[in-house]
């Protein structure tokens, strides 16, 4: 059972945990035993998500986030299998976290009328330095 908030858990059954060999440097170790994590949840099919969180969860441009709406987490910081899949599941926690608060709508607004003549005038005399800047041929 992996707890996200006081009301809101994901079952064991919901997460698909693969074990694989991790990459980079290690030495011997790295080639023999299978420390890495591929945590997968389907966050689409999820009967513990609400709808609303699912909706915000799946409308992320998250590259972790397949086609299907599957959530992928590889976690290979770690020497050892069950730290790399303790950071897994913070990492799962933390994303399903991201999509609980609905995010505050944007109220359009206008540029004051004192903002306005700021940018104007700044613009003024911007033209004024660079009309006089400009080489006159006199002759």
Known sequence: MLQITDDLTIADAELDERFVRASGPGGQNVNKVATAVELRFDVANSPSLPEAVRERL?????????????????????????????????????????????????????????????????KRERSTIKRGRATRDWD
């Open 58 to 122: 799946l409308a992320k441009r998250d590259r972790r986030l397949t086609d299907d709406g599957v959530f992928v987490i590889n976690a290979q910081r770690f020497r050892t299998q069950e730290r790399n899949r303790e950071d897994a599941r913070e990492r799962l926690v933390h994303f399903v976290e991201s999509g609980l608060r609905a995010p505050k709508p944007r109220i359009a607004t206008k540029p004051s009328r004192a903002s306005k003549e700021r940018r104007l005038g700044a």
